[in-house]
């Protein structure tokens, strides 16, 4: 089992939608939850960073972590078309290293 | 905004040939991170630096690769002898550890070819 999980997509929404992206994870000794946004072609970019179960809210997006069924989620309200890009979900203990899902492509179109 | 910077932002190189990747972490940061890329999957991560000596490195890096800090700003990866499958895009990152918080900030990649 990998130890991270996301569906690759593609996943397409017109502008206005709810999305939903997620992940699974397999090492429950994993602490920290981000997820990342990354345009083609350009380095990942911090969206979110959590490290307890429960919601997170920033402006249209939350985050969601359930440790007990080792399972993450990215919500986002109204999407913009500027929202169309790859969404990373990453995770890690403390003191190692950064472990990122494969990504969701999402495209948003007006 | 302070950010990553890596140069080149696109190198193409022959098989056996050794290559440099460079890197400018945020000026007070204290760990650097590189992970690569190859198109279509995902970011791996290579190996993490911290007080001038490896923390952390997965499989990947073998002995073909290697990291230094030469000096107080620079950050660099070296792969000794390319080998085809060594194409992807290889990102820098740098942070640093506030409240417990790690946030990694990620420069804009260098894509290596190996022809």
């Given at each position: 089992q990998k130890e991270v999980e996301q569906d690759p997509g593609p996943l397409s929404v017109p502008e206005g939608a709810i999305v939903s992206l997620n992940c699974t994870y397999s090492?429950?000794?994993?602490?920290y939850f981000m997820w990342y946004r990354q345009y083609s072609r350009k380095g990942p970019e911090l969206l979110m960073y959590t490290y307890s179960s429960g919601n997170k809210e920033d402006g249209r997006f939350t985050a969601q972590v359930d440790k007990s069924s080792k399972y993450i989620s990215l919500f986002i309200r109204d999407s913009q078309p500027s929202d169309s890009a790859t969404y990373l979900c990453a995770m890690k203990r403390a003191g190692t290293a950064l472990i990122f899902g494969k990504g969701t492509t999402l495209s948003v179109s007006s | 905004e302070p950010e990553v910077t890596q140069t080149p932002s696109h190198q193409v190189t022959q098989m056996g040939q050794e290559v440099i990747l460079r890197c400018v972490p945020i000026?007070?940061?204290l760990y650097f991170y590189w992970y690569r890329q190859i198109l279509g999957q995902k970011v791996e991560f290579l190996v993490s630096f911290y007080n001038n000596e490896i923390s952390e490195k997965s499989e990947?890096?073998?002995?073909?690769f290697s990291v230094e800090r030469p000096d107080g700003s620079n950050f660099t990866l070296k792969i000794r002898s390319t080998k085809l499958e060594d194409s992807a895009m290889y990102f820098c990152a740098s942070s640093v550890v506030l409240n417990r918080r790690e946030e990694l900030f990620f420069g804009e990649g260098s894509r290596l070819t190996v022809l």
């Open positions: 090492n429950s000794a994993f602490q | 000026s007070n940061h990947i890096f073998d002995d073909q």
